[in-house]
């Protein structure tokens, strides 16, 4: 079955580090793009940061550069997204999602909670 | 890069839903769709201003050109109400962007 299934939200205080993780499967991980895209609560999507399907390349919203890291193990089809320094604007459901070559993104994973409270 | 999008569009159902996303000569860009129902992951409409994905009903379509993009949804249904986003991708960022959503009610 071709889907992104994402983990490692939680509650953690202000300053604190977190890891997300995403599992990829049913396509080719390799291959792709893959993205980060965050909705605050109530709030519309904002895309968090990407990565080049080599792993070599990466890209961040101004919002979270300098404090978030994105990786890929092609290995274990899975995507992280490493946030460090997290404050409460960081609250947030994180979906991880495929993007398409045209620029569109056809896969999108059910997402998981972070939320950054003291 | 900016895109607009109205807040809020009603409509009665069996009647036709125009949610438009504005932005500079969005035209010249490839405007995609995301249906996101509450509590649900983002889903894919329209992508290429006007393809759709397999599984995505004929009532839902897509147009652009000038300023203005505009989803089109014919005979909505009940199963329609949702937001709807627009996204382009913002080359001179090398990164996409999103319109601030449009919340579609059924009446």
């Known amino acids: 079955e071709v889907q992104l299934l994402e983990s490692g939200g939680g509650l953690v205080q202000p300053g604190e580090s977190l890891r997300m993780s995403c599992a990829a499967s049913g396509f080719a991980f390799s291959s792709f793009v893959m993205s980060w895209v965050r909705q605050a609560p109530g709030k519309g999507l904002e895309w968090v940061s990407s990565v080049s399907p080599s792993g070599i390349s990466t890209y961040y919203a101004d919002s979270v550069k300098g404090r978030f890291t994105i990786s890929r193990d092609t290995s274990k089809n899975t995507l992280y997204l490493q946030m460090n320094s997290l404050s409460a604007e960081d609250t947030a459901v994180y979906y991880c999602a495929k993007r398409d070559p045209i620029g569109h993104y056809d896969l999108w994973g059910q997402g998981t909670l972070l939320t950054v409270s003291s | 890069y900016v895109l607009t999008q109205p807040p809020s569009v009603s409509v009665a159902p069996g009647q036709t839903a125009r949610i438009t996303c504005g932005g500079d000569k969005i035209g010249s860009k490839s405007v995609h769709w995301y249906q996101q129902k509450p509590g649900q992951a983002p889903v894919l409409v329209v992508y290429d201003d006007r393809d759709r994905p397999s599984g995505i009903p004929e009532r839902f379509s897509g147009s652009n050109s000038g300023n203005t993009a505009t989803l089109t949804v014919t005979r909505v249904e009940v199963g329609d109400e949702a937001d709807y986003y627009c996204?382009?991708?913002?080359?001179?960022?090398?990164?996409?962007?999103f319109g601030g959503g449009t919340k579609v009610t059924v009446l």
């Open positions: 996204q382009v991708w913002d080359s001179s960022g090398d990164r996409p962007v």
